[in-house]
């Protein structure tokens, strides 16, 4: 009886950690799991080092005002740093 009540919590036990392990793997529209990544790519181009997480799939970058994966081309262009050398003296 003691064999049987150990076998049925281990078994338990497994299918709870697959059944986690799935969920967990599980990623939005153009996105994929990764467990170790440099980055998390994105329109903004700020470089977030992550861990066990969905990144954007290639082609596709991070929009971090909306925390969507959209096509590259259709990311905001980041304004440029402008300097006029008459202001600089």
């Known amino acids: 009886m003691n064999r049987v009540v150990i076998v049925l919590s281990v078994l338990f036990v497994m299918f709870a ?9 599980t990623c939005p529209d153009n996105e994929e799991f990764v467990v170790d990544a440099p980055c998390d790519f994105n329109c903004q181009n700020i470089c977030s080092p992550i861990t066990d ?12 005002n909306s925390g969507e994966c959209i096509p590259e081309d259709q990311c905001d262009p980041i304004p440029e740093e402008i300097t006029l050398g008459c202001l600089a003296e």
């Open 17 to 25: 950690l697959q059944l986690d392990t799935t969920f967990a793997n």
């Open 53 to 64: 997480t969905c990144v954007c799939i290639f082609g596709y970058l991070r929009d971090l």
